[in-house]
């Protein structure tokens, strides 16, 4: 890791988020979600490099508090950078309310 690295970090919020996911697609759509993640992990290693390429969430609050999000295909990924550490909150169905769910 360079000095120029961010350390990332996936909140267990996170890891629920994405274990329901995982479980949506083998159970009800009875299908792989590995492209998804795929394009998930992606996204998130480049963060390690780039934490400031996705904007920031058109809310005023949750932009106050550093709140970025991720488009990947029909989700949304939440993450915040502070210091050195990007920190991944959610990962949101974007169709769903995604402000209450943060707020």
Do not use: C, W
């Amino acid at each position: 890791m360079n000095q120029d690295s961010y350390k990332v970090l996936i909140y267990p919020t996170a890891e629920s988020d994405l274990r329901e996911i995982k479980d949506y697609f083998q159970n009800t759509l009875q299908t792989s979600a590995d492209k998804l993640f795929s394009k998930f992990y992606k996204d998130i290693e480049l963060l390690e490099s780039f934490p400031f390429s996705f904007p920031l969430v058109r809310d005023p609050y949750l932009s106050s508090l550093g709140y970025r999000m991720i488009p990947v295909d029909n989700f949304l990924v939440f993450y915040v950078v502070k210091d050195k550490e990007v920190q991944v909150h959610r990962f949101i169905y974007g169709k769903r309310n995604y402000l209450n769910l943060l707020k």
